[in-house]
């Protein structure tokens, strides 16, 4: 069984430039979430997918956008990258939001 | 607004010691509290699910127990490759995992 599926597994971008991150959920799950990481500290919750539509979404300016696919996976897309921008992406996984959320290896992004 | 607070920030133990982390958190309408060990450039990996006060989970050296305000995750005889960073978050009615931001737990052999 597969688990949540993450691309590329490291980033590097320069200030402003773009980024599309991508996620393939666990095998059953049909919502897909996006978190941010940095150093030291828990993830942060960007936003949730399902049903193709952004159910909810965290404390992330509208830089931050995503979407998902009929096979339910996603991107995440961020623009005009900012230095503060580096960290860990992840993407996790799960049946209709519910329960457990899976994560998988997460996205290293550096912004120069 | 949600609120998770984990304590201590960093543990040190000798292999065989016991000891307890304890997450305290504040939330409308827990739906779950979720516990995570997470290894360093890694994804998080799901360990526990606690939905109700009273309600315990074991898993190996594991045991998550879940009180009304807070949750612990006790480690009975650590080993070495218990160490890494251990992370509790609660999930509200919006459905969103909100985190704390963890322990990291060493295990010297």
């Known amino acids: 069984d597969a688990g949540v599926t993450q691309s590329p597994t490291h980033l590097i971008k320069t200030r402003g430039q773009q980024v599309t991150l991508r996620c393939s959920p666990k095998s059953g799950h049909d919502t897909v979430s996006w978190y941010q990481q940095a150093l030291g500290q828990g993830p942060q919750f960007i936003f949730q997918?399902?049903?193709?539509?952004?159910?909810q979404r965290g404390n992330f300016p509208d830089r931050f956008s995503g979407h998902q696919f009929p096979n339910y996976s996603s991107e995440l897309n961020v623009n005009a990258l900012l230095l503060g921008d580096s960290a860990l992406y992840l993407c996790a996984s799960s049946f209709q939001g519910a329960y457990e959320q899976y994560f998988g290896p997460g996205t290293r992004l550096t912004v120069t | 607004e949600d609120q998770v607070t984990q304590s201590p920030e960093a543990l040190r133990l000798q292999e065989g010691e016991s000891s307890s982390l304890n997450c305290s958190y504040t939330?409308?309408?827990?739906?779950?509290l979720f516990w995570y060990r997470q290894d360093p450039g890694k994804g998080p990996e799901f360990l526990f699910t606690l939905y109700s006060a009273g309600e315990e989970k074991e898993k190996e050296r594991l045991k998550a127990t879940l009180t009304k305000k807070e949750s612990f995750l006790h480690i009975t005889a650590p080993k070495p490759e218990d160490s890494a960073t251990y992370l509790c978050?609660?999930?509200?009615?919006?459905?969103?995992?909100?985190f704390g931001k963890g322990t990291k737990l060493t295990v010297n052999p």
């Open positions: 939330v409308s309408g827990l739906r779950g």
């Open positions: 997918y399902y049903e193709e539509e952004e159910r």
């Open positions: 978050a609660v999930q509200d009615p919006r459905l969103e995992l909100v």
